[in-house]
């Protein structure tokens, strides 16, 4: 079981290019989320999708778009990259039992990504 | 509002001495779910544990071990026996409410250093 798959594991941008982080998960969970991890700020999410065909804004989505493809795939997308976007992006996804409480979540490998 | 704090930032430790991170959460639900996770210098995220608000029984997992006490509003994490495997960042999460089919975000703390020397 590959669990929660991330690519790019590296990538460096210039200001203004764009670029799609991709993300799937082979576990049939139904949540995905995006997290971003900076020194001293801990994680915070980006954007999650709490069931295919459905996204919701997290703490920090502004410069970010997202797509929940199908139940196994969530992308990350960044239109026009900012130095304030150099970070660790972590996917991540959980799946809540029916009538039970949340489970945890499992996360990718993480993408450090650059913005120069 | 919701929050989980940290308030160690850093602990650095011989190898063999016990430790203990302080995690303490703040939430109105009665119902939530706490998490530990683990993140070693080579990035990844590791679940460690997970405890819902209605079980406050301790848990031990060999080195490891969990006191979660709703009284005081925490769920603090102890490593006995420190090894240098266990040097790394630990994170403390918080998730509230249950409703079928609507998973709710994970609240994190800021994390604990956590330094093993030999």
């Known amino acids: 079981n590959a669990g929660v798959t991330q690519t790019p594991k590296f990538q460096v941008l210039k200001t203004g290019q764009s670029m799609t982080l991709q993300c799937a998960q082979d576990?049939?969970?139904?949540?995905m989320y995006w997290y971003r991890q900076d020194p001293g700020m801990g994680l915070r999410l980006i954007y999650y999708s709490a069931s295919e065909g459905t996204t919701d804004k997290g703490e920090v989505p502004n410069g970010y778009n997202v797509s929940r493809l199908n139940k196994r795939e969530f992308s990350l997308r960044l239109e026009s990259a900012a130095p304030s976007q150099t970070s660790v992006y972590f996917c991540a996804s959980s799946s809540p039992l029916k009538r039970r409480l949340n489970t945890e979540a499992f996360f990718g490998q993480g993408t450090r990504l650059t913005v120069v | 509002a919701q929050k989980v704090t940290q308030a160690q930032t850093e602990i650095s430790v011989v190898e063999k001495e016990d430790v203990t991170l302080d995690c303490v959460y703040e939430t109105r639900d009665t119902t939530y779910y706490l998490f530990w996770y683990k993140q070693p210098p080579s990035g990844e995220l590791v679940f460690l544990i997970r405890r819902n608000s209605f079980d406050e029984q301790n848990e031990i997992s060999g080195r490891y071990s969990w006191n979660f006490q709703k009284s005081t509003s925490s769920f603090n994490f102890t490593i006995t026996a420190s090894q240098v495997v266990d040097s790394a960042v630990y994170f403390c999460?918080?998730?509230?409410?249950?409703?079928?089919?609507?998973?709710?975000?994970?609240?994190w703390g800021l994390g604990t250093s956590l330094a093993v020397n030999p």
């Open positions: 999460a918080l998730s509230e409410g249950v409703w079928a089919g609507n998973n709710r975000k994970l609240i």
């Open positions: 576990m049939n969970h139904n949540s």
